[in-house]
Nanobody, 122 residues
């Protein structure tokens, strides 16, 4: 069992930056792929970015490529999402998630955080 807690959300103007953090606790001695998802009001939850255990494999949604960067610090059991050049359409609740294995996939995540709100004003 893994517990995930997100932080770093907030209100930012368009063009600004935020860095989200996700701290993992519990059974963290297992290799997990970590992912960030988001859900905007009235929309389905969507994959944003993912990273494998070593950090050597990453994947991004087309909508965030070149603007967002996912990274992880395994000794700290923390994964980050650096978000630059934010747009109003990035407004959503952002969730951290974990899955076992080494493939960075867009589904099949068993563990989820509670989410953190990101609001981008125009």
């Amino acid at each position: 069992q893994v517990q995930l807690v997100e932080s770093g959300g907030g209100l930012v103007q368009a063009g600004g930056s935020l860095r989200l953090s996700c701290a993992a606790s519990g059974r963290t001695n297992t290799d997990y792929v970590m992912g960030w998802f988001r859900q905007a009001p009235g929309k389905e939850r969507e994959f944003v970015a993912g990273i494998n255990w070593s950090g050597g494999r990453t994947s991004y949604a087309d909508s965030v490529k070149g603007r967002f960067t996912i990274s992880r610090d395994n000794p700290k059991n923390t994964v980050y999402l650096q978000m630059n050049t934010l747009k109003p359409e990035d407004t959503a609740v952002y969730y951290c998630a974990a899955r076992t294995g080494n493939l960075v996939l867009t589904r099949g995540y068993a563990y989820w955080g509670q989410g953190t709100q990101v609001t981008v004003s125009s």
